[in-house]
C-alpha cells in the first residue's frame, strides 16, 4: 500500500468519523428543538440531550485522534479535529451549566455556538475527502 493510499484512506476514515459527529450535532439540535418547544422541559428529552453530547464528544474526540495519529501533517483536518473537540466540550459545559445550574441566560451562547460547531462539524469531513482539489477537478485526476 502506498503512502497516498494510506493518506487517502486516512482522510476516507477521518471523514466518516467527522460526519458522525456531525450527524450527532444535528440530533442534539432535534432533541433540544423538542424540549425548547415545551413550557416545561421534559426530563426524559433533556437526559437524551445530555446522553447525546457526551456521545458527540466521544466521537469528536476520535475525530481528533485519528488526524493527530494519521494526518498529523495534514494540519488543517488536525487543527479543524482539535478545534471540534474544544467546541463539543465548550458546548457540553454550557448544557450542563443550563441544565443542572439552572443558568438559562447561557442559552444565549449555547444555542449560537451549536450553529458555529455545525458548521465546523459539516467542513471537517467535506475537506477531509475533497482536500486541496480545485473545484470541478475529479478525484481520480490527481
Not at 432535534?30 to 425548547?36: C, E
Not at 437526559?47 to 447525546?52: F, V
Not at 457526551?54 to 478545534?83: P, Y
Not at 451562547?109 to 471537517?124: N, R, T
Amino acid at each position: 500500500m502506498t503512502t497516498q493510499t494510506t493518506s487517502k484512506t486516512a482522510r476516507r476514515i477521518l471523514a466518516v468519523l467527522a460526519a458522525l459527529t456531525a450527524l450527532g450535532v444535528v440530533l442534539q439540535g432535534v432533541w433540544a428543538g423538542i424540549f425548547l418547544s415545551s413550557d416545561k422541559r421534559p426530563d426524559a428529552w433533556v437526559h437524551i440531550h445530555d446522553i447525546g453530547a457526551w456521545a458527540t464528544l466521544i466521537l469528536a474526540a476520535l475525530t481528533a485522534v485519528w488526524a493527530l495519529v494519521f494526518l498529523r501533517r495534514q494540519l488543517l483536518l488536525v487543527v479543524g479535529s482539535i478545534l471540534l473537540v474544544a467546541l463539543v466540550a465548550g458546548e457540553a459545559h454550557l448544557g450542563g451549566m443550563i441544565t443542572d445550574d439552572g443558568n438559562d441566560a447561557m442559552t444565549a451562547v449555547h444555542i449560537p455556538l451549536a450553529m458555529a460547531l455545525l458548521a465546523l462539524a459539516v467542513w471537517l469531513p467535506v475537506y477531509a475527502l475533497r482536500g486541496r482539489r480545485p473545484l470541478g477537478q475529479r478525484p481520480d485526476t490527481e
